[in-house]
């Protein structure tokens, strides 16, 4: 059975959480994956420069209209201060819990002293976390990796520090930040950061299975689970786990009429959030992630990512589900 977590004044509904993801947990992906049974969804992260807060990209990732509570935003930067800034701003603009960054491993965050990086500047994480819980009345959680290196691994560390600052909960991704994405995770780590905290830890890394799900819970104790890249094409996932740690039982995979009426709706969703033509762009990395168990050589995904209409991306999906019902093989 999955634990009960409290954060703040919200009960989770359970302690599967969709981990924030640049440029896919996006509001219809966070309320897609509530609907097949996440307990909370945290958002894409924002950048804590106000300067980009007016930006179109800024904006979207700061709407949470009909999410259903409590509402996760997560906050990037590297300056306590603009950090205490953001989550004043998001918290004033409806977020229920205030998430920090420090386990994006990107370039592009990182060179900025951002992220993951942080994690090298224990000074600064002290200062960050007692800034930003102190500019807020709403619970303040952090993300982060298990360290720089794997020669310094100094999740445990910062994870008292957190506890000590009035941090509420921890999420730990079992690489280190020069580790990416690449290799195996490892969850010993989170293991020994669970053990050091009273405060709820969940873990993240490598869950792409309810049988994966329970093996890393009955290692680290954990609390729960983020779930990422897991849940990219496969937002049932979240459904799948709960099941198998209720009942022990797998639950049978979701029958191709079912995979194509959740693909159709969040494509709709994607169409009507972003409009024309972003939502037909961001929609194709999504039928992507979708159709990876059925459309092995690529054939219909590459035509797919020629369409420029949102009714033509629609219909294609229609005309390729029903081929597959009819035990047809696409061809290009």
């Not at 703040?8 to 509530?34: I, W």
């Amino acid at each position: 059975m999955l634990p009960t977590v409290k954060l703040g004044p919200y009960t989770l509904p359970n302690s599967l959480v969709v981990a924030p993801m640049a440029g896919v947990t996006d509001r219809p992906f966070r309320q897609l994956c509530r609907r097949m049974g996440a307990g909370l969804a945290v958002s894409e992260m924002v950048i804590a420069d106000p300067s980009l807060w007016h930006t179109r990209k800024s904006r979207l990732r700061l709407d949470h209209k009909g999410e259903p509570e409590p509402r996760s935003v997560q906050i990037a930067g590297g300056d306590p201060d603009m950090l205490a800034n953001a989550a004043r701003m998001n918290a004033e603009q409806g977020a229920q819990i205030i998430d920090i960054n420090m386990g994006c491993p990107a370039k592009k965050v990182c060179n900025k002293a951002a992220g993951s990086a942080l994690m090298k500047d224990e000074a600064l994480v002290k200062d960050i976390l007692h800034a930003v819980v102190q500019a807020v009345d709403v619970p303040v959680t952090l993300k982060m990796r298990t360290g720089w290196d794997r020669d310094n691994r100094n999740a445990v560390t910062i994870a008292r520090m957190a506890e000590d600052a009035g941090i509420q909960a921890l999420a730990v991704h079992g690489r280190t930040r020069a580790d990416a994405y690449r290799g195996v995770a490892e969850y010993d780590t989170i293991a020994q950061v669970k053990e050091a905290v009273t405060i709820p830890v969940f873990a993240n890394g490598d869950i792409t299975t309810p049988q994966q799900a329970q093996a890393v819970l009955r290692h680290t104790a954990a609390d729960g689970l983020l779930v990422g890249r897991g849940a990219q094409g496969r937002p049932w996932i979240f459904r799948e786990i709960k099941h198998f740690l209720e009942t022990g039982e797998v639950m049978a995979p979701p029958p191709l009429e079912e995979v194509e009426a959740i693909l159709l709706d969040h494509l709709q969703a994607l169409h009507y959030f972003y409009g024309d033509p972003m939502g037909v762009r961001i929609a194709r990395k999504h039928v992507g992630w979708y159709l990876q168990a059925h459309d092995a050589g690529k054939q219909f995904r590459k035509r797919f990512n020629t369409l420029e209409c949102a009714k033509a991306q629609s219909d294609s999906i229609q005309q390729y589900f029903a081929a597959l019902r009819n035990g047809e093989v696409f061809a290009a």
